[in-house]
């Protein structure tokens, strides 16, 4: 694996290294130098940029102050720590990272860079006791989803719509989904954050089957990015991404506004509330 033939689509901690040489080079910095600003040696960083070595956190974090990298390579760093992530979320990953603007829509519960701690734990809980996952890798999930949770404090703005039915599944029990909903009602106090919800009552007429996300990254060029059980996949054509976008403008439009979206998701948290007590 070399300069030439490294291929970030390859496996997650080829796009980690990828990532790491494009950030240096931007940065005009050769290995020699970077390895005196982190007190690395060059060779580790040429291990690191050609795959040939894991890098550890403390390295990672490292680089990122030093690269002025946002983040980027901490957050590819979990999604290649963690391993039960399905193919295609790293690379998605390192877009979100990169956005500008973000636009979601969500079909059956919260999406993660909105979840409370205690609804993600509970989520990542599930597949630990059906044997789907280890606890390990439960933990290094939601470690990861705390890492993209910082994008909700740098990023101009993310528009969230909610189908209705991500309000009714009760993850974790009333007490959990009450602490949830009140979490997105504070959210919903920031400037740069508007949360609608799709209603039920829509029915035919919403125009998505699946989650999807679309991200407006800093050269103002658009992606879109979904999931099936076995994978993700990242989105890059013009005239897909414009199509889903057409169709989320009229998501926005027949949802409920935010006003009477947040007495929807109100009205949810008091009924959760009751049976919590």
């Given amino acids: 694996m070399n300069r030439r033939t490294l291929d970030p689509k390859s496996s997650p901690l080829a796009a980690l290294a990828v990532h790491l040489r494009t950030l240096r080079d931007a940065k005009g910095l050769?290995?020699?130098?970077?390895?005196?600003?982190?007190?690395?040696?060059?060779?580790?960083?040429?291990?690191?940029e050609t795959g040939k070595t894991a890098p550890s956190l403390k390295?990672?974090?490292l680089c990122d102050a030093a690269l002025d990298a946002g983040g980027s390579l901490e957050l590819l760093w979990w999604s290649w720590k963690t391993g039960s992530l399905i193919p295609g979320f790293p690379e998605y990953a390192a877009k979100e990272r990169e956005a500008i603007a973000i636009r979601i829509f969500e079909l059956d519960m919260v999406p993660g860079i909105l979840q409370h701690?205690?609804?993600?734990?509970?989520?990542?809980?599930?597949?630990?006791?059906?044997?789907?996952?280890?606890?390990?890798?439960?933990?290094?999930?939601?470690?990861?989803?705390?890492?993209?949770?910082?994008i909700i404090d740098r990023t101009s703005a993310v528009h969230v719509v909610l189908d209705e039915s991500a309000l009714r599944r009760p993850i974790?029990?009333?007490?959990?989904m009450a602490q949830q909903l009140?979490?997105?009602?504070?959210?919903?106090?920031?400037?740069?954050?508007v949360i609608q919800v799709a209603p039920s009552?829509?029915?035919?007429?919403?125009?998505?089957?699946?989650?999807?996300t679309l991200l407006t990254l800093a050269n103002r060029t658009m992606v879109g990015y979904t999931e099936t059980l076995q994978r993700g996949f990242l989105e890059q054509d013009i005239e897909v991404v414009s199509g889903w976008?057409?169709?989320?403008?009229?998501?926005?439009?027949?949802?409920?506004?935010?006003?009477?979206?947040?007495v929807m998701i109100r009205e949810a948290r008091e009924d959760y509330e009751g049976h919590a007590s």
Avoid at 35 to 44: C, P
């Fill in 30 to 48: 050769t290995q020699a130098k970077m390895g005196r600003l982190i007190q690395y040696s060059s060779v580790y960083i040429s291990n690191v």
């Fill in 59 to 61: 390295f990672i974090v």
């Fill in 117 to 150: 701690t205690g609804y993600s734990a509970a989520y990542e809980s599930a597949p630990v006791r059906r044997g789907e996952a280890t606890q390990e890798q439960a933990d290094e999930r939601m470690k990861l989803k705390s890492v993209r949770q910082r």
């Fill in 172 to 176: 974790g029990g009333p007490a959990i």
């Fill in 182 to 193: 009140q979490h997105l009602e504070c959210l919903a106090a920031r400037s740069n954050i």
């Fill in 201 to 212: 009552a829509l029915g035919e007429e919403r125009p998505f089957s699946h989650s999807v």
């Fill in 245 to 262: 976008a057409g169709k989320y403008d009229r998501l926005q439009v027949n949802a409920l506004n935010q006003p009477d979206s947040l």
